[in-house]
């Protein structure tokens, strides 16, 4: 997907942030985030970690969802009422913290400490159980690509 305009600089990097009494966690400082910065928190297809995507992005999902002429126009409404209905829109509040809702952090098991984990023009929001498993198991694949890549 595009990338929201030329200035954009990819979310990167993994950091252990704490929740607060208020299910806040702030931002990593070095990701270009200001106050009152719109996201929208998406669970992943098995409920596993938060998707959380800047407006151009998740917009730029139903563009592709319209675009797909291979996809039943039957499949396509079931996705969309899925993926709208599960999304929250958040801001940051002053200190760039994000709200996560709480239906969210008890299906995704997210309790004291949580992982903001870049993924490029999105980023993830993981619990710390969940998120040293999947670094576990991710290993032999991360190796195997680096290898074909030269990395």
Known sequence: MAAANSS????????????????????????????GAEFFLVPDRTSTFLHVMPPPYFNAVDKRLASNTTMSAAKRAVFQRQFFSRARR????????????????????????VWFVGAGETFQIWSDARWSAQTAADESTYAEVAEELGL
């Not at 801001?91 to 997210?110: G, M, V």
């Open 8 to 35: 954009f600089e990819p979310f990167h990097g993994s950091e252990s942030r704490a929740l607060d009494a208020k299910n806040r966690a702030t931002v990593p400082s070095g990701w270009s985030v200001a106050e």
């Open 90 to 113: 958040v801001f940051t509040d002053s200190q760039r913290r994000l709200l996560i809702p709480d239906e969210l952090r008890k299906q995704l098991e997210l309790r004291e400490n």
